[in-house]
């Protein structure tokens, strides 16, 4: 007589799988969210990188930095959350710190840039 021998998953191995999968995913979205933010604060930076250097050009020609952006003429309009920037002029136009907010998606997110190029990232 040949026994039968039953093929299959216990509950409690199918169990024992859900769990290890819930543990992993509970690990990976935070990373996953935290590197998109990430992604995204990049698009803040190369547009305050483009602000910089239109500073510095102006700089050269005036010996001054300047708060008016229609001087500086950076175009924005191939950004998606990063589209507009404020600029602060320090030491009477010596120096500037030239900042940008998300939109929509890259909401909460700033980014600022000093004229020596130094980034500082908030909201990732």
Do not use: C, W
């Not at 543990?23 to 803040?44: D, H």
């Not at 990063?82 to 710190?97: A, H, M, R, S």
């Not at 890259?106 to 004229?115: E, H, L, M, N, Y």
């Amino acid at each position: 007589m040949k026994k039968n021998k039953k093929k299959g998953f216990t509950l409690i191995e199918l169990m024992t799988v859900v769990i290890i999968v819930g543990i992993l995913a509970a690990i990976a979205v935070p990373l996953y969210r935290s590197n998109v933010k990430r992604a995204m604060a990049a698009e803040g930076a190369a547009l305050l990188g483009s602000v910089r250097t239109a500073e510095r050009v102006y700089y050269a020609e005036h010996g001054k930095y300047t708060d008016d952006k229609t001087k500086l003429a950076v175009d924005t309009s191939g950004n998606k959350y990063f589209k507009d920037y404020t600029i602060t002029l320090t030491g009477g136009g010596t120096g500037f710190v030239a900042t940008t907010t998300g939109e929509g998606d890259a909401a909460g997110i700033t980014v600022s840039i000093d004229q020596d190029g130094n980034l500082t990232y908030s909201g990732i």
